[in-house]
């Protein structure tokens, strides 16, 4: 087998290193001032001592190969999610104990720095192959999107601890960290016919008879739906399969380019690179509102939330195994999806042809100015426009400041019915709040 791959960096010495360094010149220099020579054999001792530790782990050669694996292979924002990494050293000689840590890419945060065990050599004439040496550690998932975990970096020092070198071994992975969906309350919604006069309850779920079949519980499924009975039948989780799939697609705008940063609108967050907290917030709503729309009986389309290479705004998403795929595509979503306008108004038409009413419609986007006119007239091919306006804290969107009202005053006027939130609002609450503002009991 070829020699595994690593590179590393140069040996420099540490502070106990260059410590004796300074031992070493001020010994020099007190032998010169008392003529002694036992001071001067001192010194080149305190030198020997640093030198020798350079070359030792500049010379220290370590054949490590490593693999991991995520358990789950993707999670959700906050989900813990634990990292196997297989270490074998294909050495002859025994590696010597050491330091190591997992990089991860930015923003994600490396794994702490653990002790490395000595591993025993390997050869050939007693094993197929070196023995698999386990390490774990928790993963960093505070931040959603696909992100590169590695390479295996172990850092070297000498008997002395005087010298280190950092060697780094293996490739990258991806794990995948979707947005959290959060479980969302039945509601109803009294909704507006003909003029307008006459109010009718239409119930946000499936119209069709409740033939209730069990199926196994598959990621993405609300566990309001677990069947109990079924569950303890087949010693597994089961999840009730209503058969009321309504021929009736919902459609989903996030308006990510309304979330753009610019001169005049800034989020507290640290610097331009980081993650906008109303962004993330409105992207958990999209995928908690799909997913339940799905667990409800409608096909959902997604609109707007990522670029046309990665996300296919016709497809339609149903439940069960749409949910899902939703949820990882919405790992991808961007603030620089630039989708025109035109592309709401599209998804909506599309949606229409395929439902015996208007669909429904939900919109996300932020409190900044000029946000209400890229959506503003899907009201009117709508049977419940309902939107969300984000805005960057709950305080100001609570107290009605700035821009965070004219959005909302915009789209209430063009027909739409607005929830006002903030990005550490409880979305749960809120949508409880939609039924009860607008509902019957």
Known sequence: MSRPRSTSTLPRLTVRGWGLVAAAIVAFVLTQVFRRQEIAYLACFLLAVPVFSLAWVALRRVAL?????????????????????????????????AVWVEKAEAPLQSSDPAPLPALPGY???TLDEPALHQLRYRLDTSYRGAHQIGPFEVTLTDPFGCAIRRVRFGGTDTVLVTPTVYDLARIDLRLSTGDGAEQVSRRLVGAGEQDV??????????????????????????????DQRNDQDAVI??????????????????????????????????????????????????VGHAPGRVSDDDEVFTAPHGASRAVRDLAFATRDALHD?????????????????????????????????????????????????????????????????????????????????????????????????????
């Open 65 to 97: 190969k490593v693999r991991r694996r995520f358990s789950p292979e993707s999670g959700s924002v906050g989900q813990t999610v634990t990292a196997t990494i297989f270490v074998q050293n294909w050495g002859s000689l025994r590696s010597p104990a």
């Open 123 to 125: 050869t050939s004439s």
């Open 213 to 242: 079949i069990a199926r196994k519980y598959l990621p993405g499924d609300s566990m309001r739906r677990v069947h109990w009975p079924a569950t303890a039948k087949h010693g597994e989780l089961m999840v009730r399969q209503d």
């Open 253 to 302: 705008v996030l308006d990510a380019h309304s979330f753009v940063r610019d001169s005049t609108v800034r989020w507290k967050s640290g610097s331009d690179d980081d993650a906008d907290p109303a962004f993330e917030w409105a992207v958990s709503a999209v995928g908690s509102v799909a997913v339940h729309l799905m667990n409800e009986g409608y096909g959902v389309r997604l």
């Open 341 to 441: 306008p035109l592309d709401f108004r599209e998804a909506v038409e599309a949606a229409a042809l395929t439902s015996p009413d208007a669909p429904p419609v939900f919109a996300i986007v932020s409190s900044a100015p000029g946000a209400a006119g890229r959506i503003r007239e899907l009201a009117a091919m709508s049977s419940h426009p309902i939107a969300f306006v984000v805005g960057g804290d709950t305080a100001a969107g609570r107290a009605g400041l700035g821009s965070d009202r004219t959005v909302a005053t915009e789209l209430r006027a063009a027909g739409w019915s607005v929830l006002e939130c903030g990005a550490h609002d409880d979305l749960p609450s809120l949508w409880k709040a939609l039924g009860d503002a607008r509902g019957i009991g």
